[in-house]
């Protein structure tokens, strides 16, 4: 039975859903002690993940158990923000309905941001630090997103990863989730904001805190895409987020208090990881030669809580950790992490940030509204599937120009012996396109 959803999986092309796009299958063939399906959803704005538990509980319920007896965990934990006090009686209800329980279990997490990063995930519900530059599986855990279980259930009835759902929120008028096929125009997407121009605004590719601000609106929709937020171009968050490393150097060396706000509320460091931004600020600022305390910026998750919220001064640190980063990389220098299980610092739990105080700081409060998952009609005239969205190597496209294919037909499978996914037409139609890594159909 293991084996043969391992197969379903990697035949339907599942890969995580949250944003990280590892093939799913590989983390199923793994044996953990817990597997943690993770809802915490915690960008500001994006509302996928709640609504997708609150519509398919039993489908979400079911992928999640299969996945934790896939890999021999003891216990499955579904976790979710305590605040969706709705969605978690459902899901309680549907455990029970479906005797999963007490397999399966509702895990309420903090309102907290990044309670998402996996890593704070497996320490918020076990207690246990994954190791520096470590994987949850190094302290028994598998994580999966809710959307990802959605996608394994369908996996076990057949069904391909053939559509994504994508939260459009923001300064806009029209605050709305939708379903679409995958290779969708981008465009199309937007539209659905009720904005017909988007001179004036700019876009975030994902959530407020993690996602970059898009240089190009004519791509497509991929399996990893989870948002798109909308806002004016002078919006102050769009602001800091198009600075660059070379712009933050300067406003970084000029006003570095060395204050430690930035380390004290890191969330890898408060999980006991050797990350300490105020130290990458001085060591960037000064040009100081120290290679171990720059391969510290390494263990950063990019989470940006220290740029976009902890820092009083307004300043940069997650860009000197990048600016770190991309030095280290140039000499081929990797953090030599030791693989022991770190201790979390004290006061770790008086050192949370709350969504709401953090929504705030962002100047997004007015934005944080439902955005209703809708029926909308989104038929593409051509879609633009790419075959890249997976960590590893890109799918080999076995249709050609001129083919005819069905909906959910196979179109690229996985390099031979390479980490990667298969991709799957999301509509019938004719091959027009392969390059760029993209496979383009037409409809009809
Ligand atoms: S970057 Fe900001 S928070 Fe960090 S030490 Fe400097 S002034 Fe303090
Ligand atoms: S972005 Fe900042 S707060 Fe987040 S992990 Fe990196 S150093 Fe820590």
Redesign the pocket.
Same mark, same amino acid.
């Given at each position: 039975m293991r084996v043969n959803l391992i197969e379903q999986v990697n035949n339907a092309g599942v890969i995580g859903a949250g944003g990280a796009g590892f093939p799913t299958h590989v983390k199923l063939s793994a044996t953990a002690e817990f597997i943690l399906l993770n809802g915490a959803e915690c960008e500001p704005l994006l509302r996928v993940d709640q609504q997708l538990m609150e519509i398919y509980p039993d489908e979400i319920i079911l992928g999640f158990q299969s996945a934790g007896k896939a890999v021999g965990a003891k216990k499955a934990y579904l976790c979710i923000k305590e605040k969706h006090g709705k969605v978690i009686s459902i899901l309680r209800e549907r455990i029970e309905a479906l005797n999963a329980s007490p397999f399966v279990e509702v895990t309420p997490l903090p309102d907290v941001y990044p309670a998402g990063d996996e890593q704070i995930l497996v320490y918020t519900v076990t207690g246990r630090s994954v190791p520096e530059a470590g994987i949850p599986l190094n302290v028994g855990c598998v994580v999966i997103n809710s959307e990802t279980a959605l996608n394994i259930f369908n996996a076990s009835k057949g069904l391909p990863v053939t559509e994504k759902f994508i939260t459009v929120a923001g300064d806009i008028p029209n605050r709305v989730t939708v379903k679409v096929p995958v290779g969708t125009p981008i465009m199309d997407v937007l539209k659905q904001s009720g904005l017909d121009s988007f001179d004036d605004y700019a876009v975030i590719d994902g959530g407020p805190m993690m996602g970059p601000v898009m240089t190009d609106l004519s791509g497509h929709v991929g399996k990893k895409h989870k948002g798109f937020v909308i806002l004016k171009k002078d919006h102050s968050l769009i602001r800091k987020k198009t600075t660059t490393i070379e712009q933050a150097r300067h406003i970084n060396i000029s006003a570095c208090a060395q204050c430690r706000m $930035?380390t004290d509320?890191?969330?890898?460091?408060l999980i006991g990881h050797n990350?300490e931004?105020h130290k990458s600020m001085r060591i960037q600022n000064y040009g100081l030669n120290d290679v171990e305390g720059k391969s510290h910026a390494q263990l $950063?998750?990019?989470?940006?809580?220290?740029?976009l919220f902890?820092c009083p001064a307004g300043l940069h640190?997650?860009l000197a950790?990048d600016a770190l980063r991309r030095d280290l990389a140039e000499q081929n220098i990797r953090y030599q992490a030791s693989g022991n299980e770190p201790a979390a610092r004290q006061n770790r739990e008086y050192r949370q940030v709350p969504s709401k105080r953090l929504t705030a700081r962002l100047g997004l409060s007015t934005y944080d509204k439902a955005a209703p998952l809708q029926e909308v009609v989104c038929a593409p005239e051509a879609v633009c599937i790419p075959i890249d969205s997976h960590v590893g190597a890109p799918a080999i496209p076995t249709v050609s120009v001129g083919d005819h294919v069905q909906a959910g037909q196979c179109i690229g499978v996985a390099a031979e012996g390479k980490l990667g996914a298969p991709v799957h037409s999301s509509i019938a139609g004719t091959v027009i396109g392969i390059e760029n890594n993209h496979i383009a159909i037409r409809r009809g």
């Amino acid at each position: 039975m293991r084996v043969n959803l391992i197969e379903q999986v990697n035949n339907a092309g599942v890969i995580g859903a949250g944003g990280a796009g590892f093939p799913t299958h590989v983390k199923l063939s793994a044996t953990a002690e817990f597997i943690l399906l993770n809802g915490a959803e915690c960008e500001p704005l994006l509302r996928v993940d709640q609504q997708l538990m609150e519509i398919y509980p039993d489908e979400i319920i079911l992928g999640f158990q299969s996945a934790g007896k896939a890999v021999g965990a003891k216990k499955a934990y579904l976790c979710i923000k305590e605040k969706h006090g709705k969605v978690i009686s459902i899901l309680r209800e549907r455990i029970e309905a479906l005797n999963a329980s007490p397999f399966v279990e509702v895990t309420p997490l903090p309102d907290v941001y990044p309670a998402g990063d996996e890593q704070i995930l497996v320490y918020t519900v076990t207690g246990r630090s994954v190791p520096e530059a470590g994987i949850p599986l190094n302290v028994g855990c598998v994580v999966i997103n809710s959307e990802t279980a959605l996608n394994i259930f369908n996996a076990s009835k057949g069904l391909p990863v053939t559509e994504k759902f994508i939260t459009v929120a923001g300064d806009i008028p029209n605050r709305v989730t939708v379903k679409v096929p995958v290779g969708t125009p981008i465009m199309d997407v937007l539209k659905q904001s009720g904005l017909d121009s988007f001179d004036d605004y700019a876009v975030i590719d994902g959530g407020p805190m993690m996602g970059p601000v898009m240089t190009d609106l004519s791509g497509h929709v991929g399996k990893k895409h989870k948002g798109f937020v909308i806002l004016k171009k002078d919006h102050s968050l769009i602001r800091k987020k198009t600075t660059t490393i070379e712009q933050a150097r300067h406003i970084n060396i000029s006003a570095c208090a060395q204050c430690r706000m $930035c380390t004290d509320l890191c969330p890898r460091y408060l999980i006991g990881h050797n990350v300490e931004p105020h130290k990458s600020m001085r060591i960037q600022n000064y040009g100081l030669n120290d290679v171990e305390g720059k391969s510290h910026a390494q263990l $950063c998750c990019m989470c940006n809580l220290c740029e976009l919220f902890s820092c009083p001064a307004g300043l940069h640190p997650k860009l000197a950790n990048d600016a770190l980063r991309r030095d280290l990389a140039e000499q081929n220098i990797r953090y030599q992490a030791s693989g022991n299980e770190p201790a979390a610092r004290q006061n770790r739990e008086y050192r949370q940030v709350p969504s709401k105080r953090l929504t705030a700081r962002l100047g997004l409060s007015t934005y944080d509204k439902a955005a209703p998952l809708q029926e909308v009609v989104c038929a593409p005239e051509a879609v633009c599937i790419p075959i890249d969205s997976h960590v590893g190597a890109p799918a080999i496209p076995t249709v050609s120009v001129g083919d005819h294919v069905q909906a959910g037909q196979c179109i690229g499978v996985a390099a031979e012996g390479k980490l990667g996914a298969p991709v799957h037409s999301s509509i019938a139609g004719t091959v027009i396109g392969i390059e760029n890594n993209h496979i383009a159909i037409r409809r009809g």
